[in-house]
């Protein structure tokens, strides 16, 4: 069966669960500033995730590099996150964007939970996220945030013809793809979530058909104008959903809330769950995001401002060894790009 097929069918509601649905929270986490990130991700859910606080957290190492620091392994094992390793993909290592559906799919076999929730850990919890747990008619949720730079309007769209590139790459009818409204710009585009938190639940078998989309993309040399492969893992994540034909909602915006230095400030704070903060806990912009959780979320805030903007805890030798991977890593990439742009 081709990839790009579905096996299953979703249109009948779920059977009766004996017990209450359960999430586990998924994150990646290499050696530096995901370390510290995903330490304060897990910390947030701990002090500010209601119901959800005792959640199981797996924060997977998906491919080779330095080990994690020490303090790094003191906090997990404090907040009761566990820490597991995985082999790399065998073609694909120096796509990092690839680690989410090949940590999604590890983790899957590590866990009971009725729900798998894969979570940037450039994130953190404001108050009980209770979106996050699905009905019994629903099998998949993420956020329309924005756009996402190569999101498409349309035919006047300038990305428009990549989308009907990939639309044909993967056998999927541009009339039957559904439409969504963007929150930032209040722009209609075709279906195209935020990958930063999404939702779906265990049993349905979504991480290992949105892995075989991914790599069926990236294997196919697609890519977008002026951008190449970086937004292939976010673009694939709605078709997969699509094209399995999952029972899905929007994920409020309350539930991935952004805040950056690029963007200006957004309404809406006052009632997020979830916080995207991107590069906001760096020292530049760190007294920004105190002051504008100040009013909306105190006991947030009285706890980060006892925190430290957050920087790279890796010491020097592992500094070192990213920076040999890094460099490494590159020259498949530049071989890839050259072969995506030839084709």
Known sequence: MSIIESSTSHDEPDAPRTAAA????????????????????????????????DSEIIAVTPRFGPPLARE??????????????????PRYSWYHYLNTPLALAAAESMTDATHMAWIDSDIIFLGEPEALVLPQDVDFTACVTDNGVVGSTGPDSPHEADWLRLFKL??????????????VENERIRMYFQAGLFVYKRDIGFSDYYLKMCEHVLDSRFGFAHNGEHFTDQVCLGLAM?????????????????MASFLPEQDGLDSAEILHYHDSMEPHFFDTVLERLHETHP?????????PPLTDPAPAPSRLLRQALRVARGVPRRRYRSRMLAA
């Open 299 to 307: 006991e947030v805030h009285e706890w980060l401002r006892t925190q």
């Open 170 to 183: 993967l056998d999927i009818d541009p009339e039957q793809l559904p439409w969504v409204t963007t929150h």
């Open 22 to 53: 359960t999430i586990c929270f998924v994150a990646c986490v290499e050696s530096g500033p995901l370390e510290a990130q995903t330490v304060r991700l897990a910390d947030s859910l701990r002090r500010f995730g209601g119901r959800l606080a």
């Open 242 to 258: 699509f094209k399995s034909g999952l029972r899905w909602r929007h994920l409020p915006y309350s539930h991935n809330f952004p």
């Open 72 to 89: 790094t392994r003191k906090r997990f094992a404090e907040l009761g996150v566990r820490h597991e390793r995985i082999p790399a993909h």
